[in-house]
Nanobody, 129 residues
Framework: QVQLVESGGGLVQAGGSLRLSCAASGRSFSSYNMGWFRQAPGKEREFVAAINWGGGSTYYADSVKGRFTISRDTAKNMVYLQMNSLKPEDTAVYYC??????????????????????WGQGTQVTVSS
């Protein structure tokens, strides 16, 4: 069992930056690939970024590539999402999620919400124009 708690959301102007944090509790945090998803009002949840269990591999949605950076500190059981050059279309609730290693490291699995077993409660990010 893994519990995930996101923080760091808020209101920022377009072009600004935010860093989201995800604190994980429970055993075997390093046994999971970690991902960030987001959901805007009236839209489906979408994949944002993922990082493998060791932190050596990352994968991003095209919409955030070059602007967002995912990282993890396994010793602290933390996952981060550094978001730069924010746009109004980045406004959404951002969720941290954990995926078991049984899925391997495949884009099709990393970007699929149902492939993640644990989810946080989300943190709101609002980007004003």
């Amino acid at each position: 069992q893994v519990q995930l708690v996101e923080s760091g959301g808020g209101l920022v102007q377009a072009g600004g930056s935010l860093r989201l944090s995800c604190a994980a509790s429970g055993r075997s945090f390093s046994s999971y690939n970690m991902g960030w998803f987001r959901q805007a009002p009236g839209k489906e949840r979408e994949f944002v970024a993922a990082i493998n269990w060791g932190g050596g591999s990352t994968y991003y949605a095209d919409s955030v590539k070059g602007r967002f950076t995912i990282s993890r500190d396994t010793a602290k059981n933390m996952v981060y999402l550094q978001m730069n050059s924010l746009k109004p279309e980045d406004t959404a609730v951002y969720y941290c999620a954990a995926q078991t290693l049984s899925y391997g490291w495949r884009p099709s699995s990393l970007s699929s919400g149902p492939a993640y077993v644990y989810w946080g409660q989300g943190t709101q990010v609002t980007v004003s124009s």
